[in-house]
């Protein structure tokens, strides 16, 4: 059974960061690219960064480009997003998801439950 485990999140005032995980289990991790997806209040859900299976290749949203980083440790079977220079607007709930093939960053079919990410002086 696929499941995906997301934490890290929390309160970071405006400047900061925060590094969100991601731990994987039931499926084969390295074999599939991954993504971070991020839903903000009363707002519509928003891709926010993409990587290949091997980490090779990586995607940014241009609103978080410069600022976040995904990576990802296979032999740990999990995905991270380091995210600095946190902006009020950051403020979202964020989902770690599964692609469904080792370049398919953009589609997915597995999400995890989200971790609260807020920014705020």
């Known amino acids: 059974q696929v499941q995906l485990v997301e934490s890290g999140g929390g309160l970071a005032q405006p400047g900061g960061s925060l590094r969100l995980s991601c731990a994987a289990s039931g499926f084969t991790f390295s074999s599939y690219a991954m993504s971070w997806a991020r839903q903000a209040p009363g707002k519509g859900l928003e891709w926010v960064s993409g990587?290949?299976?091997?980490?090779?290749?990586?995607y940014y949203a241009d609103s978080v480009k410069g600022r976040f980083t995904i990576s990802r440790d296979n032999a740990k079977n999990t995905l991270y997003l380091q995210m600095n220079s946190l902006k009020p607007e950051d403020t979202a709930l964020y989902y770690c998801?599964?692609?469904?093939?080792?370049?398919?960053?953009?589609?997915?079919?597995?999400w995890g439950q989200g971790t609260q990410v807020t920014v705020s002086s």
């Open positions: 990587i290949y299976s091997d980490g090779s290749e990586t």
């Open positions: 998801r599964k692609g469904q093939y080792y370049s398919d960053y953009l589609s997915y079919d597995y």
